[in-house]
């Protein structure tokens, strides 16, 4: 039995390739955004925890202006530093978000090829019925006839 060959299969395998890369892009990119997203999560947490130390340890008995200096710089060097560091992730949000962007119009054209691939093997597929149904008929009609001649023949031998 004839089997069905796509004539743009390696276009098909190329978008899926790309459609894999770009996924893979992604995920490089939204790793680097989670990465930041953690870091910035413990720069909160280590200024909570002095914030909370200073609380509970520094603000009981003698207070020492020093200590409550260097928590200010500090608590200010956080700052800053989250805010830079926001920055980037805004940079790789950006970044992120045309790494989607590119992953899902690479997903549209392998789906599109795909679509193509479907609709003709369907076209392929009715093209054999039509053939088998053609054929079938042929047999059968090359039968009737013999069936006829047989009894044409059979009558006149009687």
């Known amino acids: 039995m004839a089997q069905f060959k796509f004539s743009l299969q390696a276009v098909l395998r190329q978008r899926e390739l790309i459609e894999q890369d770009r996924q893979r892009a992604l995920a490089a990119v939204q790793r680097v955004y989670n990465e930041l997203e953690a870091e910035l999560h413990r720069m909160d947490e280590a200024a909570r925890a002095a914030t909370q130390d200073l609380r509970d340890n520094h603000l009981i008995g003698s207070i020492s202006v020093e200590y409550l200096a260097a928590h200010r710089r500090f608590t200010l060097a956080m700052q800053r530093k989250a805010l830079n560091?926001?920055?980037?992730?805004?940079?790789?949000?950006?970044?992120?978000?045309?790494?989607?962007?590119?992953?899902?119009?690479?997903?549209?054209?392998r789906k599109a090829?795909?679509?193509?691939?479907?609709?003709?093997?369907?076209?392929?597929?009715?093209?054999?019925?039509?053939?088998?149904?053609?054929?079938?008929?042929?047999?059968?009609?090359?039968?009737?006839a013999r069936m006829i001649r047989a009894a044409s023949g059979h009558d006149a031998d009687e």
């Open 85 to 109: 560091h926001a920055g980037r992730m805004s940079d790789v949000k950006k970044k992120v978000e045309a790494a989607r962007a590119a992953l899902i119009e690479a997903a549209k054209d």
């Open 113 to 144: 090829m795909e679509k193509l691939r479907d609709r003709r093997q369907e076209d392929w597929t009715e093209d054999q019925n039509r053939r088998e149904a053609a054929a079938t008929d042929e047999v059968a009609q090359q039968i009737g």
